[in-house]
T-cell receptor
Framework: GAVVSQHPSRVICKSGTSVKIECRSL??????MFWYRQFPKKSLMLMAT?????????EQGVEKDKFLINHASLTLSTLTVTSAHPEDSSFYIC?????????????FGNGTRLTVT | GDSVTQMEGPVTLSEEAFLTINCTYT??????LFWYVQYPGEGLQLLLK?????DKGSNKGFEATYRKETTSFHLEKGSVQVSDSAVYFC?????????????FGQGTELSVKP
């Protein structure tokens, strides 16, 4: 089945540094990918919709200069957390859909646990 | 706006007990409905789906029926196992909504004891 690979699975960084998280669709092409954030014991909050070849669409309240999204190809989207602070520590999950199967379910990566010290 | 509401957890059951996790939704259009499962430390896996009214999704012994009249998509399983312990998310998707983003319920944690 379709696989979405997310890397790294865990990252620890110091406050003030930037961290890049990659999301790859391994056996399909995805014109749209979604980035979610999940707090402990909480649901998934959609941060932004990543569109191949164009600017990402951010949800209300999400700082686009803080969370930079680049969808440079049909198989790769990246989320960069800039100038990270401890409050950015969270579980980040990406998802993607096969561009040829518009009504197909979203496939999710295994998430990235970010800890900012 | 569009939203999904799930019953609050945690739900604790003994092995082989019957499971129901309630899910209701509010949507302006005609959504597709999904149940996802998240095991500790992992991402989400699609459990089952239904794309129109009266459809029944099923997988691994879990079932859910799309009830338009009650705007519900309750998850059921006749006999749970310890390995079913996870967090379950109900979600809806409107295809005319920014490429079909998913809107999730708050999640229901299930703990199955031997």
């Amino acid at each position: 089945g379709a696989v979405v690979s997310q890397h790294p699975s865990r990252v620890i960084c110091k406050s003030g540094t930037s961290v890049k998280i990659e999301c790859r669709s391994l056996d399909f092409q995805a014109t749209t990918m979604f980035w979610y954030r999940q707090f402990p014991k909480k649901s998934l909050m959609l941060m932004a919709t990543s569109n191949e070849g164009s600017k990402a669409t951010y949800e209300q309240g999400v700082e686009k200069d803080k969370f930079l999204i680049n969808h440079a190809s049909l198989t790769l989207s990246t989320l960069t957390v800039t100038s990270a602070h401890p409050e950015d520590s969270s579980f980040y999950i990406c998802s993607a859909r096969d561009k040829l199967l518009y009504n197909s379910p979203l496939h999710f990566g295994n998430g990235t646990r970010l800890t900012v010290t | 706006g569009d939203s999904v509401t799930q019953m609050e957890g945690p739900v604790t059951l003994s092995e082989e007990a019957f499971l129901t996790i309630n899910c209701t939704y509010t949507a302006t259009g005609y959504p597709s409905l999904f149940w996802y499962v998240q095991y500790p430390g992992e991402g989400l896996q699609l459990l089952l789906k239904a794309t129109k009214a009266d459809d029944k999704g099923s997988n691994k012994g879990f079932e859910a029926t799309y009830r338009k009249e009650t705007t519900s998509f309750h998850l059921e399983k006749g006999s749970v196992q310890v390995s079913d312990s996870a967090v379950y998310f109900c979600a809806l998707r409107l295809l005319n909504n920014q490429g079909g983003k998913l809107i999730f319920g708050q999640g229901t944690e299930l703990s199955v004891k031997p």
